[in-house]
């Protein structure tokens, strides 16, 4: 997956360029639309809709051009109106790779830093967080997550002192895959949380059940991951079929992208989703879906059963 | 907990993409160049020995050695760790096998008696594939420049060893030394799998025919046995 220009969107890029002057700008660039955002409960503050996961995408090691590309994914990212990040130290060199790219971009004042402990040594919360702090070269998460609910008890409670310290801002607990919902819903209902990270998308909508629900009720954040369903879901819709007209007419879906990411920020218990990608272009279909129209009720099921019927 | 165990699938443990990871194979031929050549050489020397006597048996397995260390420092442990948290452990499982061939070749195992003729044929069908590995290993790819070499990459250098193995041993010092070399076929068989690249199935191929070699391998040790046994 090439994250270099293709000839046509060079020439399309010259093109857009050349029409500038006659032209009014593209929503993306002149700032039209607004950015939709959605308040974490917690605190009232705003975050956009769509942020960047980073699992396998940042994770390219020490090579040079690979890193660059990057790097110009995030820009892109960054470009469109996005904030939140979201990475772990299970995803290799990823952290090492968005340090390394927010410090050619220098980091945005905005920027919202969401990162996760993942080891099974209760006692070592601070130090992975400092190490994780390290790679992104940051001052401070402002997120930290129990990855997948590893040793839970003891990180949860260290990364509670951590905030009472104002090392972090807010604290959270992840899953994925639809994987351990009852222990999610347990911690959920028993323990102070900012924020739950788990799978939410078209196809997998079981959190809809009990977890969104709770989230509501409980005030806390949710993260939506694997949007695309890990890649496979939006391959094959854009391999086989077209984005419905109806989509593009009533919540201005023009990309598989956008209306995979719309359906789920439209679920009014999301907070945010986190696609993640190596492409530019990719990354602006995705941004996309950070402007304009969101499905209502009625259409979301009309999504849910196209998607359904396919 | 097995039921969240078994929501898992072979993606969820590869970090990395396709592009990464051929990108890696060709960074490696990139720095390593020209050390392929001293790696062809020491693998043809591997090879021929292997079909000489005793003492030049051992002289294959301290080259074998000398292969699965660099393999195990250069590719696994500086390259392939930067983006598989567990190719640390692979590192050194690949260092503990460079230290087994390095124990049984001082040992001196016994004069073995060569290899039965199905057995020597598929030893030296698996050990030309690892030294064809560069021709057909970039089919399907961007670039040549992603193909892998006995000695550099982890693939063809595995592959080698377990066609050089069955060559030496039978019993349970040719199950013994080919445990890591198979374990490593079916780690990066499955990691090809799920990266899309056809290549998983020149690894599955050769599994099964080694398979039926050292299966073969072990029943005509076996026979030798119980043949020795019975003559006393």
């Known amino acids: ?310 | 907990m097995i039921a969240s165990l078994t929501s898992y699938s072979l993606q969820d443990f590869i970090p990395f993409t396709a592009e990464v990871y051929l990108r890696m194979l060709e960074r490696m031929n990139e720095n390593d160049w020209p050390l392929h050549v001293l790696m062809y050489a020491l693998t043809l020397f591997s090879v021929i020995q292997a079909l000489g006597t005793h003492r030049h048996r051992t002289f294959a397995m301290l080259s074998l050695s000398l292969i699965w260390l660099w393999v195990a420092v250069s590719f696994l442990y500086q390259s392939y760790a930067q983006i598989n948290w567990a190719a640390t452990w692979f590192a050194a499982a690949f260092g503990f096998e460079a230290l087994l061939l390095v124990w049984m070749a001082i040992r001196s195992p016994e004069a073995a008696s060569s290899p039965p003729r199905f057995v020597r044929t598929i030893a030296l069908l698996i050990a030309a594939l690892a030294m064809a590995w560069p021709v057909f290993s970039p089919v399907g790819r961007s670039s040549w420049a992603q193909c892998e070499s006995v000695g550099i990459h982890a693939d063809p250098s595995a592959v080698l060893t377990l066609g050089i193995l069955l060559l030496l041993f039978s019993g349970w010092r040719l199950w013994l030394l080919t445990l890591i070399p198979i374990l490593w076929c079916i780690v990066s068989m499955l990691t090809l799998k799920v990266l899309g690249l056809d290549q998983f199935m020149v690894l599955m191929g050769i599994l099964v025919i080694g398979f039926a070699a050292m299966i073969r391998a072990s029943r005509v040790s076996q026979d030798c046995i119980r043949n020795t046994r019975e003559s006393r």
């Not at chain 1, 930290?144 to 040793?151: A, R």
């Not at chain 1, 709770?214 to 993260?223: E, N, S």
């Not at chain 1, 920020?265 to 402007?291: K, L, Y």
Request: hydrophobic share 35%; with cysteine; net charge neutral.
């Open chain 1, 1 to 310: 997956m090439s994250t270099q220009l293709t000839r046509r969107q060079t020439i399309r890029l010259l093109s857009g360029t050349l029409a500038l002057p006659f032209l009014t700008p593209p929503p993306a660039l002149g700032n039209a639309s607004p950015v939709r955002v959605r308040p974490v409960p917690a605190s009232g503050e705003s975050l956009p809709v769509i942020g960047m996961g980073t699992w396998r995408t940042f994770n390219v090691g020490s090579d040079p051009g690979l890193r660059q590309a990057r790097t110009q994914v995030l820009a892109t990212f960054f470009e469109r109106g996005g904030r939140v990040i979201d990475c772990s130290p299970m995803y290799g060199s990823s952290a090492d790779v968005l340090g390394d790219a927010l410090n050619r971009l220098s980091v945005p004042s905005d920027l919202f830093a969401a990162e996760k402990v993942w080891t099974g040594d209760g006692s070592a919360t601070a130090e992975q967080v400092t190490e994780q702090r390290q790679e992104w070269d940051i001052e401070r998460f402002d997120l930290m997550q129990i990855h997948n609910l590893l040793s839970w008890r003891e990180h949860l409670r260290n990364l509670r002192d951590m905030k009472e310290s104002g090392k972090i801002r807010y604290i959270g607990i992840t899953t994925s895959h639809g994987r351990r919902h009852g222990d999610l819903e347990q911690i959920m209902a028993s323990e102070p949380l900012d924020f739950v990270q788990l799978t939410y998308n078209i196809t997998h909508r079981e959190a809809e059940q009990r977890l969104l629900p709770l989230a509501q009720d409980k005030g806390i954040a949710v993260i939506a991951n694997r949007p695309f369903d890990g890649g496979y879901l939006i391959k094959r819709l854009k391999r086989d079929y077209q984005v419905p007209d109806w989509a593009a007419q009533e919540c201005d879906c023009q990309s598989w992208a956008e209306f995979l990411l719309k359906f789920i920020v439209s679920q009014p218990s999301i907070t945010c989703a986190i696609p993640a990608t190596t492409r530019i272009s990719h990354m602006q279909e995705n941004m996309d879906a950070i402007r304009g129209e969101l499905p209502d009720a009625q259409l979301r099921r009309r999504m849910a059963r196209h998607i359904e019927s396919l």
